[in-house]
């Protein structure tokens, strides 16, 4: 089957499980099709309680279906530890719940407690509730979720489906082929990618007597997890394929170029645990008792699995983000305690797997000419309103849930999400506007990033929006005030940047405690009265570093990004967008009837 051929396949398979969630939406499903339990994990309190809030909203719209129980599980208290520590504080959580119950039931697991530091405009309301360009009312990565894995509740045996809040699996089988999750142990799904991509996923050393590589789907067994390997790596434990023809083992150096472009390695997404597994990894979380280090679903678990597993990934921290002396310690365990057991792996042949959790990815799936886009049949405007009065809007933009205004420009690449756009303001190339009230006369240049917060302090509701450009690092650091000059804002130095804004280089400057110093945490935003003032404030901020003219701070209350989550008003965001989505529903009432 050709490339194009195996788009338009997944293209409909697709659309079929979009048509059936549909049907499912506001309904109460029947027994066995539908989860019992969907479960989404928070970082924290403040967090959780934004997740819980949009859930109750879903479920009085009818946007969800019925019947399941949806839970927000948030991290305990103290450090970070990972979504294989969620995984574990959740299935604790299920047995304070529902006691022996729990064993019986189909729980979906979704990990959202990040803070979405390279997709920042998805910070304060989830990254599981990023919206996406299609649907009425606009469908949200849960609800696509739920829709992707319709088909599984009633193939699949009791247990936990594990999966991440910031990736979309689209794939096709034959007619008669199902995705079975039913036996014991571990269960993923795998997927044929470019050697690069396997970089950065989990990568399946699979027996290459046991599958083809052919056809849509395939059982079969690991006999190694590789977790984000280097090439050579792969290359040296046999992970790499011939596409098409995965009996044939690739090696270094003795294929001619066509072939080398078509190899390719199995890497991960998805996986699945039965209630027994369960059960051994509960007992195994009341045994350490609180966790002092971060653990990896998919590094700690799955490289523990299979008959090639070895200790040698014990040490190696790369992939943590803080070293902690019990890490060494909690991986033995857990390798001792899963050591043996089976990872069975189905390989989704005709499947793409796809990431869209930095400005980077959600840009190019959502505005160019991407698969994702074909294949999910994303729209230029989707739940909007806007004139033909306005500018021509260009294809690759994006519009969702917002309202725009005759008169305003959209340039190509850019993504409009919740937001009002007045008739003066021209937004450049590949921006993302997000959550705001631009009504000034006002050119946005390209690569903009824009996104507005409600705050609340002292009991006032006030407003502040961050503004970088979609190539600042927000997760880089420093450690000293004298390095301050290595991070840049829309590529100046930020010391250059504070120079023309008045504001000092202290103590004060960033609102970390823990030398965590970056434009994360750079008390740098100010807060106004109104949402179209903070807007106007922080264009201004730029404004003035793209001119290297000075606008001062002074008399400004600033926070950083990190204060501004801490703040929050979930309440007033989403009055915000509901008014959006009122106006949108009631001129569209009005257009209906008008026919």
Not at 148 to 171: A, N, R
Not at 417 to 435: A, D, F, L, N, T
């Amino acid at each position: 089957m050709a490339a194009g051929e195996r788009s338009a396949a997944r293209r409909e398979a697709t659309g079929r499980r979009l048509a059936r969630f549909a049907a499912l939406r506001g309904k109460a499903a029947r027994p066995g099709e539908f989860w019992d339990v969907v479960a989404v994990t928070a970082a924290d309190a403040e967090q959780a309680l934004a997740y819980r809030r949009q859930l109750a909203e879903k479920l009085s719209r009818k946007e969800l279906p019925l019947g399941a129980r949806y839970h927000v599980f948030v991290d305990p208290p103290g450090p970070k530890i990972g979504n294989g520590g969620s995984t574990l504080h959740v299935l604790q959580c299920l047995e304070e719940l529902y006691g022996d119950k729990w064993t019986s039931f189909l729980v979906l697991l979704i990990h959202s407690g990040g803070y979405s530091q390279r997709l920042p405009h998805a910070s304060a309301l989830g990254k599981i509730f990023t919206a996406l360009p299609f649907g009425d009312p606009i469908y949200q990565m849960l609800e696509l979720k739920l829709a992707m894995y319709i088909d599984f509740p009633s193939h699949m045996k009791p247990g936990i489906l594990i999966t991440c809040s910031d990736d979309i699996e689209l794939y096709s089988t034959g007619v008669t082929e199902t995705v079975t999750f039913d036996k014991p142990g571990f269960t993923a799904l795998a997927h044929p990618s470019d050697l690069t991509v396997g970089t950065t996923h989990g990568v399946f050393v699979l027996d290459p007597s046991s599958f083809s590589g052919k056809g849509g789907l395939e059982y079969t067994c690991c006999h190694h997890f590789l977790h984000k390997p280097d090439i050579e790596t792969m290359r040296r434990c046999g992970a790499v394929c011939v596409r098409g023809n995965c009996s044939q083992l690739s090696s270094s150096g003795d294929r001619s170029d066509s072939e080398v472009d078509s190899e390719c390695v199995y890497t991960d997404s998805l996986f699945y645990i039965d209630h027994s597994i369960a059960k051994q990894l509960l007992t195994f979380y009341k045994q350490m008792g609180a966790l002092c280090c971060e653990i990896d679903a998919y590094g700690d678990f799955l490289q523990a699995l299979g008959p090639g597993a070895t200790q040698d990934y014990m040490k190696n921290a790369s992939n943590i983000t803080k070293e902690e002396s019990q890490l060494v310690e909690v991986r033995q365990k857990l390798y001792s305690l899963l050591k043996g057991t089976t990872l069975n792996v189905i390989v989704l042949n005709n499947s793409k797997f796809y990431h869209i959790g930095t400005t980077q990815e959600y840009l190019f799936h959502f505005t160019s000419d991407s698969k994702l886009k074909f294949e999910l049949g994303l729209l230029s405007v989707a739940f909007s309103l806007f004139s033909d009065k306005a500018e021509t809007l260009d294809q690759s933009a994006s519009i969702i849930q917002s309202i725009l205004e005759p008169g305003c420009f959209i340039a190509p690449g850019s993504v409009i999400e919740y937001s009002r756009i007045g008739p003066e303001v021209s937004v450049g190339k590949s921006s993302i506007i997000s959550g705001s009230y631009i009504n000034l006369k006002v050119d946005i240049p390209s690569n903009c990033f824009l996104t507005s917060l409600s705050i609340k302090i002292n009991d006032q509701v006030k407003y502040v929006s961050m503004v970088f450009s979609v190539e600042d690092d927000l997760k880089k650091t420093v450690r000293l005030l004298s390095d301050v000059h290595l991070l840049q804002f829309f590529g100046v130095s930020l010391l250059e940047c504070l120079d023309l804004w008045g504001v000092k280089v202290s103590d004060q400057l960033f609102s970390s405690e823990n030398t965590r110093l970056g434009l994360w945490t750079a008390r740098i935003f100010p807060i106004c009265s109104t949402l179209s003032e903070s807007v106007r404030m922080s264009l201004k901020m730029l404004n003035s570093v793209q001119h290297m003219s000075a606008f001062k701070l002074n008399g400004f209350q600033l926070l950083s990004v990190e204060e501004m989550l801490t703040y929050k008003d979930v309440e007033d965001m989403l009055k915000f967008r509901k008014q959006i989505y009122d106006e949108i529903h009631l001129q569209r009432q009005k257009e209906k009837s008008d026919l």
